[in-house]
């Protein structure tokens, strides 16, 4: 079973408020020390971790990008898109993607389930991301009967994850590295 690293959040933002939020140091695991190293990093450094350590690279499509956004950005992932997962909770981007890059890995975010969702998802060739306590064994199957493969967040209990397992969810999300 996949585990999905954590996402990294793209928003379409000037250079202005990129240098901004790098600025910003961020806390270490212990939730007290200041590492000077610790910052958000770019798309581009995103993607060399996750080629660096073998992982999946799950940009997550904040906010609503131009067709030339998309394209720039998608072409920051160029040789490494089959190891790479666009989400999104906004349609139009994920609707963008599929426009661009046809064959592209990409999931729809959702809070909440629809019986709805299988049907649409399968019509555009994409993936399911839902909140874990939406989902159930039946929804999960309605989702795979129709090619629909299904990743469940932020999976963070381990007994709550041999559930999800043990009903077929095909990625977990977590912020539990072990």
Not at 20 to 38: F, M, P, T, V
Not at 81 to 95: E, K, Q
């Amino acid at each position: 079973m996949p585990l999905l690293d954590g996402a990294l959040q793209i928003l379409p933002h000037s250079r202005e408020k990129c240098d901004e939020l790098r600025a910003l140091r961020l806390k270490d695991l212990d939730g007290k020390s200041d590492r000077a190293e610790l910052c958000l990093c770019t798309p581009w450094e995103y993607r060399k971790i996750c080629e660096k350590y073998g992982k999946v690279c799950v940009p997550e499509l904040v906010s609503g990008f131009t067709p030339e956004e998309m394209e720039r950005l998608i072409g920051i992932f160029d040789g490494y898109l089959g190891s790479t997962v666009f989400i999104s909770f906004d349609m139009n981007n994920l609707d963008l993607v599929r426009r661009l890059r046809p064959e592209q890995a990409a999931q729809f975010l959702t809070g909440w389930w629809s019986d709805d969702l299988p049907a649409m998802l399968e019509a555009r060739g994409m993936d399911l991301d839902i909140e874990w306590n939406s989902l159930t064994r039946e929804r999960i199957r309605a989702c795979h009967e129709r090619g629909i493969r299904v990743n469940c967040w932020t999976v963070d209990d381990p007994v709550r994850a041999e559930e999800l397992i043990s009903w077929g969810v095909d990625f977990i999300t977590s912020n539990a590295l072990e």
